[in-house]
């Protein structure tokens, strides 16, 4: 069982108003509940957790609509759990019955409803089987990533190389120098240089993942607004920002957008950064401050990550891995699950530079270039900048 309201509410950081009620106090609200469930299930009262939830299904419905769009799937979580405790007493009908009502409103987690204990009652019951088996269509990640192991040997077509905007780019040394990088690198060796800027971008902003993105989104203007305005940003500014960062230091760098094969309303933005050290790609995360070894301990690349996601071999995260300095992130959540589902398809902008996401009138919308697998549709019908070939995608840069 897993109490998700909480966290939802933090990640929706957006302080939306009407006559009736602001966003702040429908968080403020759930957050309360929440914690009054978990201290009802701590002490086995599931009577009393069933009755919350209920509760709170209840808000989510009188809310004006404004609100309840942006919040409507908390009551497939809320379901969800009520199934939980009425399996754990083995009211099987019950408990059935309101799995059906969380998957009809938009659970659709098969990973954890198919780890989940709670659920071991009803795991022999049709209806539960069979609403396994259609949530199962869409969100066995693990699933949809193997069918989608295989990309081609070589294209078609021939796309243009990736390029970087050099340090010496007269903007890139004013981000350098705003924010001090040299210091925030230190004077250690690459690694540790490239880990001190991902910790640092982690912690000199906040993610929001329901934030309005400013209209200038360069790392310096980045920075401010939040300060400014004390909000947060979602993932792709707070990737936008890093890779800007990383290229004013001189390290090749990229942000890659991580799509799921079905996009309902999330996917992720993270960076990619060479190492001449290791000589190759490797993962860096700055809204959950992660990177991703082997058993070994050895970084590794997105690439390399997805690979061994399909094949099954060993991976970790670094035990300082966090959203906001507020939950620790385990690599259950963020490989098994989070990651699993969005390395489905990736897109990078051609060229990686300044300001390069702002958008200036006169200014054309940056190329970008989607690597999907062979297998999907929308290979069948190539278009410039989609392609299948995963060796161009992930291509060094020129020395």
Known sequence: MRIFVCILFFVWG???????????????????????????????????????????????????????????LI??????????????????????????????????????????????????????????????????????????????????FLLPRFTYSPPNDSDLVRVRNYFNLDSIAGNGDEISRIKNMLHWAHNVVRHDGRSINPKSKNAIDLVEVCRKENRGINCRMIAVMLNECYLSMGFKSRYVICLPKKYVDDCHVIN??????????????????????????????????????????????????????????????????????????????LHSGYNTETQIEGKPSPFTVLLYPSSAPEINDKQAGVTDNAEYFWQPPEK
């Not at 690349?301 to 690979?307: F, L, N, S, T």
């Not at 670094?318 to 489905?344: G, I, P, Q, S």
């Open 75 to 156: 009551k497939g979580t809320l379901y969800y759990n009520i199934a939980c405790y009425h399996s754990i007493r083995n009211d099987k009908k019950t408990a059935v019955e309101a799995f059906a009502k969380a998957v009809e409103n938009g659970w659709t987690n098969y990973i954890h409803s198919s780890k989940d204990a709670d659920l071991n009652n009803i795991r022999e019951e049709k209806r539960f089987i069979e609403l396994m088996d259609k949530i199962r269509i869409e969100s066995d990640f693990k699933n949809i990533l193997k069918q989608a192991a295989n990309y081609s040997a070589k294209d078609d």
């Open 272 to 349: 990619m950064v060479y190492s001449n050290t290791l000589n190759k790609w490797i993962l860096m995360d700055p809204t959950f401050n992660a990177y991703v070894m082997d058993e070994k301990g050895t970084m590794l690349g997105i690439a390399e990550v997805r690979e061994r996601l399909i094949s099954g071999a060993p991976l970790q995260i670094n035990e300082d891995a966090n959203w906001n300095n507020k939950k620790r992130e385990t690599k259950e959540h963020y490989l098994d699950y989070y990651m699993t589902k969005n390395l489905y398809r990736m897109e990078c902008v």
């Open 14 to 72: 957006a302080s939306t108003t009407n006559a009736q009620i602001t966003m702040d106090e429908v968080k403020q609200y759930f957050t309360e509940q929440s914690c009054l469930v978990k201290q009802a299930r701590e002490a086995k009262d599931y009577q009393k957790a069933e009755e919350l939830d209920y509760a709170m299904i209840k808000a989510v419905l009188s809310y004006p609509e404004e609100i309840r769009k942006k919040i409507d």
